[in-house]
């Protein structure tokens, strides 16, 4: 059984990789901010603790990270909001597993944020613009911060059903939706796969054979 800290657990995708993680027997710590979506993590059989990416200190986060066998960044800027906190985030959380001694960390980004995707037509607005910005950012620090990282960047996100097939690749791919419950099925995969920023849409292939297709 693994310990493994999920940051953003209330979030849409962050909720279905916490109950994966529970069901295939690993302990959770759920990073929440806010105290009302206690009892949504609670229910589902994880640690919750209560810290905020902007107001709480790095050694705050890394107090929590200690014992951990992985790091999970799941979070993300609501709309309206300034995409800041996405790279500042990551940022604070690397510098704090680091200090704890977490050598594992994996992050949710988007889709073409390492391989330099063009934004056009309806995704080229300026909150686009900046949320990939700092996408971007927040995946510089993690490649360059000496942990065992893995960066999964999905398509458009669906509340689709779990298909448990998708397409997975390290080279550019066109983008497509991918249902939340097939990204969280892949994160929670992702030990399989260590430096690499995987690209992740829906596809034809079950996601241990995507993985394995990547090579180790």
């Known amino acids: 059984m693994s310990r493994i800290v999920v940051i953003g657990a209330h979030?849409?995708?962050?909720?279905?990789?916490?109950e994966q993680l529970v069901k295939a027997g690993d302990g959770v710590v759920a990073v929440i901010r806010n105290p009302r979506h206690m009892a949504d993590l609670v229910k589902r059989g994880a640690e919750t603790v209560l810290l905020d990416l902007e107001a709480s200190t790095g050694p705050e986060f890394a107090a929590q990270f200690k014992g951990a066998d992985a790091i999970v960044f799941a979070a993300g800027s609501a709309a309206g909001e300034s995409s800041a906190i996405d790279s500042a985030g990551v940022r604070k959380t690397l510098r704090a597993a680091a200090k704890a001694g977490v050598r594992r960390y994996v992050?949710?980004?988007?889709?073409?944020?390492?391989?330099?995707?063009?934004?056009?037509?309806?995704?080229?607005?300026?909150?686009?613009?900046?949320?990939?910005?700092h996408k971007r950012l927040a995946g510089k620090a993690i490649m360059a911060s000496g942990l065992d990282w893995t960066l999964v960047e999905p398509g458009e996100l669906t509340e689709g059903k779990p298909t448990g097939k998708v397409t997975l690749s390290v080279a550019a791919i066109p983008e497509k939706p991918v249902s939340r419950a097939d990204v969280a099925?892949?994160?929670a995969a992702a030990p399989a796969s260590i430096g690499k920023a995987l690209q992740l849409t829906a596809g034809k292939t079950p996601i241990a054979d995507a993985f394995k297709a990547l090579g180790k």
């Open 107 to 133: 992050a949710i980004s988007s889709i073409g944020a390492s391989t330099g995707m063009k934004l056009t037509g309806d995704w080229a607005t300026d909150e686009m613009k900046d949320y990939y910005k």
């Open 11 to 18: 979030g849409r995708t962050g909720l279905l990789l916490v």
């Open 185 to 187: 099925a892949v994160v």
